[in-house]
């Protein structure tokens, strides 16, 4: 079995802890598998490197060569990735570490946030053909120049996935601090179990509950290669959740997991003027100034208005305000309500079962309460709620859809 | 004037310094040089990167894989080079920063101690030409093969007397916390001045005073490719010295520098059989265990048979004593003294003028000084004598040649 390792920065976090890692890799080698390690900065090297460039940032100046920038942010990676080597051979072990560029992954040249354009895979594929155990500095690349890249938040884990796509990996395992996704935050429903499959889908779905776990960069690479991806802990031997592909998952359950969302504000605008193209307009506005929003629901009102209700992350509440002021002629009332949750369920099973969306209504009305707003989506359900309701309505959900029973 | 500047990790300690430092390169581009900067590492970087890299040796394990090493060990230097140029570019001057690599600095493939076998300037001048300031990280390299190589202690200041060789730059400034060098440790000779120019020669003899600001490694390979080097210090503004062939040094001083060195321990072998052979036969053996041999004094002793005095480094005697053990047989008694001392003046006045040797002798005659051996070069003489009276000597021979006198 080819296998790709992804260790991230905590588990990389001093020298007992490489060596921890470097254990978990020997393992998977004993086992007769082939093992190419991606592996992140030690914890806290990169924030250190990135206060460093800010201290040459000042007022008057606020564009950094990101050249100079992926000099200095990729050299974290690069003393993880000898000593993990080095942590190896000591034990025995055939090992050789490489750069992201000498592993061969190709980006393109937006400095500081590369995306990857490809992956030569000759010279890992012929040290693992010579029993070597590959390691790769995770979160950089090269561009076609010979540049320096990296590739921005969640980096080490993309690199990981798209090594294992383009050396057909069977399994990409992503080791972190946490056992896995669960069906709900545990912190929130002390029920939650770990889920032991869910799909590519699903698990973009849960991203506010995964964040923590996996980026949806990684996610969607994975689902568009098509690697089995396992995200597990480096300190324990538990076994993780695999995210992969539908057809890989025999028993679909109807809902996989609830997440939960306390970061989204609601903007309601009243008594629209019915005149076509106003909400493009406000819309393309919010747009412009990178405010993304997410539900939208619109109703129609009295006298042929029209109501639109949307959210957008509660930190750009201040400039959607400013951006709505515009177009102030147009509407008659604008509310903006900061104290409001998102609670989703989400299971592929939803698409071939009906009465999942009544099962979710008849139980928030059972607790009593009310929901503001609606979204579905073809594997999701997303309720707007009072946020003061949000944890209750959580554990309500997780046990009416039986997310605690095996 | 085209000037090669290399700061050391002190200089470059943290982000503050480094800000201190753009300023110094600003002064000379504003003068309308064309500026090489080369950079080592923050100030105990290296040593923490060195203590990881000894966590992952064990017993059975003593020699780790130098490719390895050598990406850990150059990270450093890449996380200064960039954030120099980040500063110079907040600043709003035109600046890029290279590797060893980049900058085509060429080394054999001898890791952790690579020596420079060539450099390609073309990339360098290609971007002075365009008006950047060129920043280079210090200390490293690669090899033919393209990999990452360090070249050994002092590395940084090499790799800038290197570049300024190649370029042939006018000028190569060798920026530590010390202004230059000095006619004596000014903490034994307070009256010590600082040296304006001196020659590489010199320098050279003077090597145990001045392995605080300059290896010799550094002054012989500005030596053969005729570098101007001046050391000075990056935390003021004074003058340092200059280090120059002798042609470009119009008064020569008899003696331009005391140097004291304490680290010496003397070997007398007294009686030694009068059979050919027999001192190589010793010195052989010491030089197979990496003893190196300083002064060396043969006398013939009673019966035909001879007394041989030699020097060795103080860390170096135990090892010395096993290996003359070997010996016993072809000697009457051996005796080992660490409490002696080197005092040396150095001059290359001393070529073309007389008497220099018995003013050095009467001086220490009249302060009572026994002096054990004698040795001496075109330009040096030195005296082993009683460490405790060491400093007494230095100032004495000070003070009789003038040094203190501008």
Redesign the interface.
Known sequence: MLIVQKYGGTSVGD??R??NVANKVITAKNRGDQVVVVVSAMSGETDK?VG??Q????EG?TI??G???D??L??GE??T???L???L??Q?YKA??L?GQEAGIITDNMHTRARIEGINTSKIASLLSEGYIVIVAGFQGASLEGEITTLGRGGSDLSAVALAGALRADLCEIYTDVDGVYTTDPRIEPRARKIEKISYDEMLELASMGAKVLLNRSVEMAKKLNVNLVTRSSFNNNEGTLITSEENIMEQPIVSGVALDRNQARISIGDIEDQPGIAAQIFESLSEKDINVDMIVQTIGRDGKTDLDFTIPKTEVIVAQEVLKKFADFYGELECDCEIAKVSIVGVGMKSHSGVASLCFSAMAKENINIMMIGTSEIKISMIIEITRAEKAVRALHKIYKLDEK
Chains 1, 2 share one sequence.
């Open positions: 020298c007992q490489i060596k490197l460093f460039m201290s040459f940032c000042h100046y950094p060569d050249r100079e920038c000099v200095v990729s050299s690069q003393v990735r000898a000593l080597a080095l942590a051979q000591s025995g050789i570490s750069s």
